[in-house]
């Protein structure tokens, strides 16, 4: 079983910035990749930032040039450090895993109980 694990959110004021980290954990896994979407009141989940092949990234266009994903010095995690945050950016922040089981070849995709973010003054 595959368990992923958020940390770091909070109340930030606009312009702020915050760091999430997230982790997964499970026995001879191997991941594909990972990600964070969020999910704001009212709203469909989206994604944020995703890290595929621990090399390649794409985000969405409203968080280019301010969030950053990146490989964790520890083995399947990721953070996310987001810069000049704005009142948009409230929202749950979800970290989704994916990948397989290294005997089995079985594929999981994860997902993380959520952190809030609010950014409000």
Same mark, same amino acid.
Request: proline residues 2%.
């Given at each position: 079983? /595959? %368990?992923? /694990?958020?940390?770091?959110? #909070?109340? /930030? ?8 980290? *997230?982790? !997964? ?8 990749? &990972?990600?964070?979407? %969020?999910? !704001?009141? +009212?709203?469909? %989940?989206?994604?944020? !930032?995703?890290?595929?092949? #621990? ?9 280019? +040039? ?7 010095? @520890?083995?399947? @995690? /990721?953070?996310?450090? &987001?810069? #000049?945050?704005?009142?948009?950016? =409230? @929202?749950?922040?979800? *970290?989704? @895993? ?6 089995? %070849? ?7 109980? #959520? =952190? ?6």
């Amino acid at each position: 079983q /595959v %368990r992923v /694990v958020e940390s770091g959110g #909070g109340l /930030v004021q606009p312009g702020g910035s915050l760091r999430l980290s *997230c982790a !997964a954990s499970g026995t001879l896994i191997t991941i594909h990749s &990972m990600g964070w979407y %969020r999910q !704001a009141p +009212g709203k469909q %989940r989206e994604l944020v !930032a995703r890290l595929t092949g #621990g090399t390649s990234t794409n985000y969405a266009d409203s968080v280019k +040039g301010r969030f950053t994903i990146s490989r964790d010095n @520890a083995e399947n @995690a /990721v953070n996310l450090q &987001m810069n #000049g945050l704005n009142p948009e950016d =409230t @929202a749950v922040y979800y *970290c989704n @895993a994916n990948g397989h089981d290294i005997f089995s %070849r079985a594929t999981f995709d994860a997902w993380g109980q #959520g =952190t809030l973010v609010t950014v409000s003054s």
